[in-house]
């Protein structure tokens, strides 16, 4: 069984910040930004093109209430991303869509992003819930 569908069935840690019936929503383990969240269908499918449109519509749902409480964070604006195939950077062959708050610099520029930042997960998954 792959590390997401562990996550689903409660077999393995991760800071759950939202789920329902078909969907989980929990802070990557190398956040990119403060508040870097992953929503995963339940159900295992290979990448975000395998994922059936009732189900895709749950994510969709996920998707805006976890950008909802990320806002405790004051971001800027958001990417939301999901890699498909391992030549775009796909690690993890279960369905995912990167939800990765951003934010501005003192100067109001965007701050770059790329590398996993050092964030206290514990800290963050405590604000979002
Ligand atoms: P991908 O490159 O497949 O689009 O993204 C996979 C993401 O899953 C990466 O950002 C990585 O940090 C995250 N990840 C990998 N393993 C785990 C894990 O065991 N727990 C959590 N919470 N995130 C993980
Ligand atoms: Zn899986």
């Known amino acids: 069984m792959c590390i997401f569908c562990k996550i689903a069935k409660k ?3 991760a800071y759950v910040v939202y789920e329902n019936d078909n969907v989980i929503a929990f ?5 990119l930004s403060k508040g870097h969240t992953l929503v995963v269908p339940k159900d295992h499918y ?4 395998e ?3 009732d189900i895709a519509k749950d994510l969709h749902e996920a998707i805006k209430v976890v950008c909802e409480k ?7 604006g958001f990417n939301i991303v999901s890699n498909v195939g391992s030549k775009a ?4 062959m279960h369905a995912h869509i990167h939800v990765i708050p951003r934010y501005k610099d ?8 790329g590398k ?3 964030v206290d997960l514990e800290e963050v998954y405590k604000a979002l819930v």
Do not use: A, M, R, T
Not at 27 to 31: E, K
Not at 46 to 49: D, G, R, S
Not at 70 to 76: G, W
Not at 106 to 113: A, M, Y
């Open 89 to 92: 950077g796909q690690v993890i």
């Open 27 to 31: 802070l990557d383990i190398n956040p």
């Open 46 to 49: 290979e990448n975000i093109l």
């Open 70 to 76: 990320l806002k405790v964070f004051s971001p800027d």
């Open 106 to 113: 003192e100067e109001g520029k965007p701050i770059s992003f």
């Open 116 to 118: 996993p930042i050092k």
């Open 11 to 13: 077999e393995e840690k």
């Open 51 to 53: 994922v059936p449109s």
